[in-house]
């Protein structure tokens, strides 16, 4: 479950980042709490979520192309310390009393725009500390690392901005950089596996949509996670909702349905870090049991079974994450990681200005319930739709066999015509 921790350099990234996220959940509760006190509108905190993702929407398949051009170690260096800055500023107009909101929506955004570059570039890094063997366990523990920072982050917060104020929470966050770049710089150079940067040259990003859409392994799982990550991943406004609407408890409990979905991720981070190199089954297989446990949360009978409902929701929505990941970084080329990744946080996390207003409004006009049951249903039909179409790509059938045998199978995945081995494979 830990081997990609037997790597040097693997452990300082690893370490600095369990600093970091929890600084990032501390600011994000500081940042809400702040616009809400601020302005005393929930819509408010909205546009500060929005501004935040928009430049991922628009802007972000240029990161990728960054990161492919550029050393990504030293990269990562320039936007850690970046964020650091930002958290830094945003610390000292808040402890001197001279933030508004229209601060807030300006940081918010700065931090979408380094967030660009950041975010594929980090992703593509791991591929450098660690050998290909163990790129999918430390995907998963990246995810796992990412889910205790929520699990910690936000308590902590909480404690911080009743005893000293939101300031406070984002001069932490800004000092939590520290952890990360101390982290790269301590590094050993002769041990990592830096990808040659590639020069500077026209039509970089439009060869980067090429390659994504001449390889079936690569192009189906990517729209799949544009589904996933548009419809799918809209918790924010759903949870609320149901809390409030559905089954009138208040904010402990509203917490804690956030508490369960993030202990489950948790653990399906941790159940991925045990497996080996992820295969499309896998992915398609948990976005479907991901769509289809929404389905069901979304008629749960009490607030309890919602709980647990949303437990094993989060448990299949990291399996199908941290594998998408991995499966699309093992089938790319070195060269074009950069631009894949850059592609995979643009549809996953660049949908949700999309995505969120869609499902908010179908919330306010016909209820929680609703809202729910349509986002799983568009998870578990886009999941349906993209397993057939890459069994049909290569060339696959599913055969049922009543009668096994010793070790044998009841169903198994075959080759229905002379197998497409490159696709075979990553199935």
């Known amino acids: 479950m830990f081997s990609s921790l037997r790597i040097r350099n693997y452990r300082y990234y ?5 600093v970091s996220n929890t600084g990032t959940w501390m600011q994000r509760i500081a940042q809400d ?10 819509f408010a905190v909205g546009i500060t979520t929005a501004m935040q993702f928009l430049p991922m929407l628009l802007l972000g398949l240029w990161g990728g192309v960054l990161a492919d051009r550029l050393p990504k170690r030293r990269l990562l260096i320039a936007t850690q310390g970046v964020m650091g800055l930002l958290a830094a500023g945003l610390a000292v107009l808040t402890v001197t009393g001279t933030v508004t909101a229209g601060y807030v929506y300006v940081f918010a955004l700065l931090l979408g725009l380094v967030t660009v570059v950041d975010n594929p570039t980090r992703q593509a ?23 205790t920072a929520r699990l910690v982050g936000p308590a902590v917060a909480g404690l911080l901005i009743a005893a000293v104020g939101s300031g406070w929470a984002f001069a932490v966050n ?5 952890a990360v770049i101390g982290g790269m710089l301590a590094m050993r150079e002769s041990e990592l596996r830096p990808v040659e940067p590639v020069a500077r040259r026209g039509g970089q990003l439009r060869e980067g949509l090429r390659y994504v859409r001449e390889r079936p392994e690569l192009l189906w799982p990517m729209v799949l ?15 609320s909702g149901f809390a409030y609407d559905t089954f009138k408890v208040g904010a402990g409990e509203y917490g804690l349905l956030n508490t369960a979905m993030a202990v489950g991720s948790l653990a399906g981070a ?16 948990a976005a479907l049991a991901f769509g289809a446990l929404e389905v069901l949360a979304a008629f749960a009978p009490g607030y309890w079974t919602f709980a647990l409902l949303l437990t094993l929701t989060g448990v299949f929505g ?9 499966a699309l970084q093992l089938a790319t080329e070195p060269a074009m990681r950069g631009r894949v990744m850059g592609l995979l946080v643009l549809v996953f996390t660049g949908g949700t200005p999309i995505g969120a207003p869609i499902v908010g409004w179908v919330t306010d006009v016909y209820g929680p319930r ?4 349509a986002c799983g249903l568009v998870s578990a039909a886009a999941a349906g739709t993209v397993a057939v179409v890459l069994a049909r790509a290569a060339g696959l059938k599913v055969r049922v066999d009543l009668h096994p045998g010793a070790g044998g199978r009841v169903v198994t995945v075959v080759p229905r015509t002379l197998p497409k081995d490159d696709l075979v494979a990553a199935c």
Do not use: C, H, Y
């Open 14 to 18: 690893f370490a600095g980042q369990v």
């Open 33 to 42: 709490w702040l616009v809400l006190s601020l302005t005393g509108s929930p």
């Open 125 to 147: 890094f791991v591929s450098e500390m660690v050998p290909a063997k163990d790129l999918s366990n430390a995907v998963s523990l990246n995810a796992a690392n990412f889910q």
């Open 174 to 178: 800004a000092l939590s950089f520290a």
């Open 225 to 239: 996670a544009g589904f996933i990550g548009t419809f799918g991943f809209n918790f924010p406004t759903l949870l």
């Open 270 to 285: 941790l159940l991925a870090a045990r497996r080996g190199a992820p295969r499309l089954r896998r992915l398609v297989g």
């Open 318 to 326: 990291l399996t199908f994450n941290t594998s998408v990941n991995s």
């Open 370 to 373: 609703v809202g729910l049951l």
